[in-house]
């Protein structure tokens, strides 16, 4: 970043972390989103991947004034609003649509045991999204996730997993996935509490798309399956790149200008691998 940015533009006492870049239309467009626990996420436009645009302010984002239950007696300060914080964004096409999406944590992450929070109130991935990389964002009920609260939880606690959350999404060629992954708290079933004495794990769970084009975690069931049988057609070429009709998982589509090494090595027909800070073009094809 530029030497000595700016710590608060808005007069809002937010967190300058958990920064996370999305980089729009090959390189054109850069946005960093931030801002953890205090008022929400926020996002800003940069004119390169270390350097702040000159004039951009902070939009923002997603934000959460839920009131939430007290601290069980066991803390005599009341919990915050719900917190919101570890923002990622990325794009992707379902259903012959590219949405960005921005998933994000909801609730408190750490000193569970000791805060005493109420269960429902630990860690959970959310996600919105919106048809723009600067939103508005909304929830699957079109709620505002800046206005009304809005969220749609994609995954919380179950099983021995308990308060997963900082999440991030990455395309996987090797299993013709987009992969959702995640730290959580392994839950013992013999345990009668809940808290940070629990060992720290790694999950990760594949992600499909709803009619809708909403994320969903993938069930054990389709978790192992077999990359589609399909086949993609390559109609042109450029010099590390390619274009391609591909009928993936997302529907029959035609995709522009993105790495070669993007498609599924396996099936050669899975949508483009799509990280945080790549998008493609992408249209539908008749």
């Known amino acids: 970043m530029e030497p000595d940015p ?15 870049l999305l980089v729009v239309d090959q ?27 000159p004039g951009a302010q902070p939009v923002h984002l997603v934000r959460n004034t839920t009131q939430r239950p007290d601290s069980l007696g066991k803390n005599p300060t009341p919990l915050p609003p719900d917190p919101i914080e570890g923002s990622f964004q990325f794009a992707w096409p379902a259903h012959g649509k590219t949405h960005f999406f921005l998933f994000l944590s909801s609730g408190t992450c750490c000193g569970l045991d000791t805060r005493g929070v109420p269960v429902g109130e630990e860690y959970k991935v959310m996600v919105c999204r919106s048809i723009a990389p600067t939103g508005p964002f909304v929830d699957k009920e079109e709620k505002s996730c800046l206005l009304e609260n809005g969220g749609t939880e994609i995954l919380g606690s179950h099983g021995n997993v308990y308060a997963p959350g900082g999440q991030g999404v990455y395309y996987d060629g090797s299993v013709c996935s987009l992969i959702l992954y995640y730290h959580y708290l392994v839950h013992k079933a013999s345990s009668s509490t809940l808290g940070d004495t629990f060992p720290i794990d ?4 594949k992600l499909s798309f709803d009619d809708g084009g909403w994320p969903v ?42 790495p070669t090494t993007a498609l599924c090595p396996t099936c050669g027909a899975c949508p483009p691998r799509q990280t945080s800070y790549t998008t493609v073009t992408v249209t539908a094809v008749a």
Do not use: H
């Open 202 to 205: 790694f999950g990760w769970n």
């Open 6 to 20: 700016p710590t608060n533009f808005l007069g809002i006492d937010y967190n300058l972390v958990d920064a996370n």
């Open 27 to 53: 390189g054109s467009e850069f946005y960093l989103s931030f801002g953890s626990y205090f008022d929400g996420l926020y996002q800003i436009r940069m004119k390169d991947p270390l350097t702040i645009m």
């Open 217 to 258: 975690i993938e069930d054990k069931s389709t978790s192992d399956a077999a990359c589609p049988s399909t086949s993609g057609a390559i109609v042109g070429s450029a010099p590390g790149s390619s274009t391609a009709v591909s009928s993936g998982p997302g529907g029959v589509m035609a995709v522009s200008s993105f």
